[in-house]
């Protein structure tokens, strides 16, 4: 029997064909440190202790075997070309270090078997043998991390065990991460037994100059194991890095006595065509018939001229867009049974429905929801699932706004204001015509993403009513941008015969669904609401700022009292004095009329609010009002203020001069709300 073992790394692949005996040794070479080295003579079987062995023939009655190994630095972005390469190279088992998976992600080729072993609780690592099942029936002896235990180990070890007919052949993949100690736990007891993989160790017994103290681990680990060292110092490097121009060798392969004899071995390269070295392509040469030249500055124009006579197609009454590689199509007719013919009849002239994509002979899914120029279209044109991606879009965004806000630091509004105009409420803006017949529901939920960032722009508190926040912010409401927006564009239409839209504009159409109207529809009826905007003076005055009552200079708000800097710190009696005292000189009784007032509630199940007014004449007056069944502490102190300025303004004559009024509250909040 022969087998070919084959080396793939991240820039080359080396290929060892047939193990057989190894015998130890160079010729005309004296002492060395190290596992003895293949001399690539051909040599008697001798078995583990140098005996012959009746198994050995039993081996060379068997076909040639292929088997690869390669660090693939991430293997899910090159299951196509390995599929390829292991088909066209008839390898049989393909050991792979570092895949980069991750134990729920499936990956398979077809035609061969995975034994796997993913990282459980770090990145990176992770080894896969395949095997071809055509060819070999595999079994596996041997995995560094059993299955149960999450623990990693420092070395990730796989092996299996190839079933033959007279003599059975061991494989170990093994991947030691530069930055780890090298293990092997299981002891090398048979013949017919090969160790590849990615051992990131230095050793002049295989290309480097120097030796570290991980080759001489590997190195004294061979020699224990009586292992054979396929490399050879003189072959060429298994690695290139083309950041750094370097080469060297941390993919290395040990086999038994038994196998060196009857091996071949060489180092390829890299998978595909994107990789060049010393001047030279490795890709085999390839025929196209037709096709555009890639990274050429000409390959966009020469793909559009390529692709524009798909147009000639379409048949009457069918509209359509191309942009670059997007083609779409559709047709716009008073019965919806009338544009489907119509679309049908251009979808036949160009290909029959029955066709079946594939790739890599698995068929291609159809998508419920695809994306056509930003746009995220559905079945029912709910728009639902468009909102909700620019909705997370829009959230995702605005987590920076909330980095650059602070009570006590942070950008100001303005800065805040921009970076919301500017970065966040365009992904919300995106063709907004187009999905503006979107459920109410959805619309709304758009709104509140707006509310929640106009808080953090103004720096608001949950409680403040959203008419006053788009007031502050001096910020139209989405549903108003939406509808000038979408009367623009019909303008434009309207007024611009080449528009698409134009003539569209013009066609009767009936509605597809009594609760949901087709944009031409809407763009009708809202143009015909605001065709006279010009003359409704009284609409423009309701979108004037209006005055914050903070901002009126009858009106002062105060959170604390003069004398005392941290009410902890004080004592109660000296607390209280302070406080009287700045009330009587403040706000002496024979002129300002004092009003108490305070809320509360029982577990939100019930709340009450009370008024108690102390009037400059010296009379009293208690005001008493329920809040409600379900209510909170500090909706009952809002609303024991709004009782107290509804009497105020109740008992205010028309001139308000002479009359002054103070309102006591213990809740903060309610005041800053």
Known sequence: MSIRLAHLSRRRKTLISNPCCLAGGRGGVGPRRGPPQATGDSHPSCGRGGQSKSKTAGIQEKKSIKIMHWNAHGIKTKKLELGVFLTENKIDVCAIQETHLKEEERFWIRGYKDFRQDRMNRKNGSIITLVNTNTLTAVETYRSRPDGETVDQDT???????????????????????????QFEPQVKQD?????????????????????????????????????LLNRADDPP??????????????????TDDIQGRSERSVESQLGARVKLDGKYYSKQVIMKEGVPQGSAISPTLFLVYINDITSAITPYVKHTLHADDFSIWSTAEYATTAKVRVQATVDKTKERDVTLTM???????????????????????WKPHIQKIKQKAIRRSQIMKKLSGTKWGANSKILRQVYQGYIRPVMEYASPAWSTAATSNLTSLSKTQNQNLRIVLGAIKATPIKELHKQAEMDTLENRREQRTLTLYEKSKRNPTHPLHNILREKTKNRLKSRKSPNHV????????????????????????????????????????????????????????TLEHIDNTYPHDTWTHIYTDGSSDNMKAGGAGIHIWHSDGSKEDIAKATGSICSNFKAEVIAIKTALEHIQANQDDSGEGQKYIIFCDSQAALQS
């Not at 990730?156 to 090298?182: A, T």
């Open 192 to 228: 017919n037994f090969i160790v590849v993989g990615d051992f990131n160790s230095h050793s002049p017994s295989w290309g480097y100059k120097d030796l570290d103290s991980k080759g001489e681990k590997v190195e004294d680990w061979a020699i224990d194991n009586q292992l054979i």
């Open 523 to 578: 763009m009708k009826e809202q143009f015909e609401e605001n065709q006279d905007l010009l003359w409704q003076t009284d609409r423009y005055e309701s979108l004037k700022l209006a005055e914050s009552p903070w901002e009126n200079n009858k009106v002062s708000i105060s959170y604390t009292i003069p004398g005392i800097e941290r009410k902890n710190e004080e004592d109660t009696n000296n607390l209280r004095v302070k």
């Open 360 to 382: 890599n002979g698995q068929p291609l899914p159809t998508e419920d929801t695809p994306t056509f120029l930003g746009i995220t279209l559905d079945k029912r044109l709910t």
């Open 156 to 182: 990730e070890c796989l092996g299996i065990e190839l079933i033959l007919p007279s003599n059975n052949l061991h494989v170990y993949n093994i991947y030691s991460p530069p930055d780890k100690d090298f």
């Open 238 to 255: 298994t690695f290139t890095s083309m950041t750094w121009r370097t080469s060297s060798t941390p993919d290395i392969a040990f086999a």
